[in-house]
């Protein structure tokens, strides 16, 4: 059974750090893209930041471009996203996604992935 389990998140105030772990197992997903997506309390869940299976090509939404960072373990079959200057724009749940398909490049909307996360709070107090 594949799973991602999420960790990392937590409270913060505003302009501080976390780094958020997404741990696959049941499979590995060294040849597949990865991403990162959120839910804001009244919104509905939006992208964030997605990785191609060779790590060599990343994607950011544009209000967390310089402030995020998406990489990868494949030993560990983990991603992270890093996240640095946080707001209270970024409180939400955060949600990691992998794809089925081998060889994935950078992968932007819901319906490309195959594989969710349960998910992870970030609060940002100002």
């Known amino acids: 059974q594949v799973q991602l389990v999420e960790s990392g998140g937590g409270l913060v105030q505003a302009g501080g750090s976390l780094r958020l772990s997404c741990a696959a197992s049941?499979?590995?997903?060294?040849?597949?893209?990865m991403g990162w997506f959120r839910r804001a309390p009244g919104k509905e869940r939006e992208f964030v930041a997605s990785?191609?299976?060779?790590?060599?090509?990343?994607y950011y939404v544009d209000s967390v471009k310089g402030r995020f960072t998406i990489s990868r373990d494949y030993a560990l079959n983990t991603v992270y996203l890093q996240m640095n200057s946080l707001k209270p724009d970024d409180t939400a749940v955060y949600y990691c996604?992998?794809?089925?398909?081998?060889?994935?490049?950078?992968?932007?909307?819901?319906?490309?992935?195959?594989?969710w996360g349960q998910g992870t709070q970030v609060t940002v107090s100002s």
């Open positions: 049941g499979r590995t997903f060294s040849r597949n893209a």
């Open positions: 996604a992998a794809d089925h398909e081998s060889n994935g490049w950078i992968l932007t909307t819901q319906g490309s992935y195959d594989y």
């Open positions: 990785i191609s299976w060779s790590g060599t090509s990343t």
